[in-house]
């Protein structure tokens, strides 16, 4: 024997894997061969477990430790090769390394809408996304049902199949669990607890577990959205008829608006007066005489004159419309003086109370004395 062959049987054999992809699941072990050395030192540290197949059929599992491979600590290996405690001989055997750890924040959502029956509005359509979390529970029966000889096998390759399970299960859930649209949201964690239920059952004969679902949203479709966030609107205005009065009344309130809005009042008002006048007048067919020709039109009178609104300036603040009568009021308890400046539409600027005809007729007719003085 030669020193390297003398050298190479004294090296003892360090099985062991280091994972930083984090989102590896199954790695196989590489040997030239697949030859292992009897007494073969095996480390499976935390969060993973080891699975020893053998000419095809699955063998031992290594949970996490430190492992010498001998007949003791392989009885499956040492049934199948019918080993006796004098063996000392390399085998051949392949190490499919399982991480165990958990698998966080992986995404789920529907698709496709989901149609359910509403008990208030009837048929609706949801969608639904979330979060989830997976472990391999049973690194064998993992290993033969979905890795099969795969040497590298990833997160990636079967989050597709678990995210249909998921769909499939929420909507079976939502269906059946007569939750309204409306009290979903306060209902998401019972609606994902449920959900976890239906799908451990499935995942199991994986070899997986669903340690967390988690439901972050559902949702209706844009149009019927629309629509509630309008009902919620008329439930915040409550009586739309006083709603209207208020809008009005703060159209009125502007500077400049208000007048503005009053004349047009005033001259639709006498617009539609001055119509009326002319229909009873001339009735259906218009008038006629006695001796059945056409009477003569009678003439209407012209129309009253439009009464002015005037607004009133006092230490740098503007405040009206008022009527003339309201005028007449405010000259009468002092609150309008000659020195008052007034403004009316159409007229160029802000002039003096007594400087204006229209008002200066206020502050020359005075009430009569008081009965008894």
């Not at 499939?168 to 209902?187: C, K, Y």
């Not at 003569?296 to 006092?314: D, G, K, N, S």
């Amino acid at each position: 024997m030669g020193i390297f062959d003398f050298l190479s049987g004294e090296f003892i054999d360090v099985i062991h894997w280091t994972d930083d992809s984090r989102d590896t699941m199954v790695w196989r072990f590489e040997r030239e061969d697949h030859e292992i050395k009897y007494g073969a030192k095996l480390t499976v540290r935390e969060g993973q477990a080891a699975v020893f197949v053998h000419e095809g059929q699955l063998a031992d599992v290594f949970t996490p430790g430190l492992y010498m491979l001998e007949t003791n600590n392989m009885p499956i290996m040492t049934t199948l090769q019918h080993w006796d405690h004098g063996f000392k001989s390399p085998f051949k055997s392949e190490i499919y390394f399982v991480n165990t750890t958990r698998f966080n924040d992986l995404k789920w959502g529907t698709k496709n809408p989901i149609i359910v029956r509403d008990p208030e509005f009837g048929p609706v359509r949801l969608r639904a996304f979330g979060t989830y979390s997976v472990k391999v529970a049973d690194p064998a029966k993992f290993l033969v049902e979905i890795v099969g000889t795969d040497g590298e096998f990833t997160m990636d390759e079967i989050s597709y199949q678990i995210r249909n399970i998921i769909v499939q299960e929420f909507s079976r859930t939502i269906a059946r669990a007569g939750i309204p649209v409306l009290d979903m949201a306060a209902n998401t964690r019972e609606l994902g607890q449920l959900v976890g239920g239906e799908i451990a059952a499935t995942i199991a004969e994986y070899g997986l577990a669903m340690p967390e679902l988690y439901i972050e949203n559902i949702s209706l479709p844009p149009a019927v959205e629309d629509v509630m966030d309008k009902r919620s609107s008329m439930g915040v205005i409550g009586n739309l008829n006083e709603y209207m009065q208020f809008q009005a009344a703060e159209a009125l309130g502007r500077d400049g608006g208000g007048a503005a809005a009053i004349q047009a009042g005033l001259g639709a008002g006498l617009g539609m007066q001055i119509g009326h006048q002319a229909a009873a007048a001339a009735g259906p067919w218009g008038a006629r005489s006695q001796g059945g020709a056409p009477a003569p039109a009678q003439i209407a009178p012209p129309p009253p004159p439009i009464e002015h609104v005037w607004h009133v300036a006092e230490g740098g603040q503007t405040s009206g419309p008022y009527s003339k009568a309201k005028l007449g009021r405010m000259a009468a308890d002092g609150s309008l003086t000659r020195e008052s400046y007034v403004w009316t539409p159409g007229q160029d600027g802000w002039q003096r109370a007594e400087d204006v005809m229209e008002l200066a007729q206020l502050f020359t007719v005075l009430p009569p004395p008081p009965p008894g003085s």
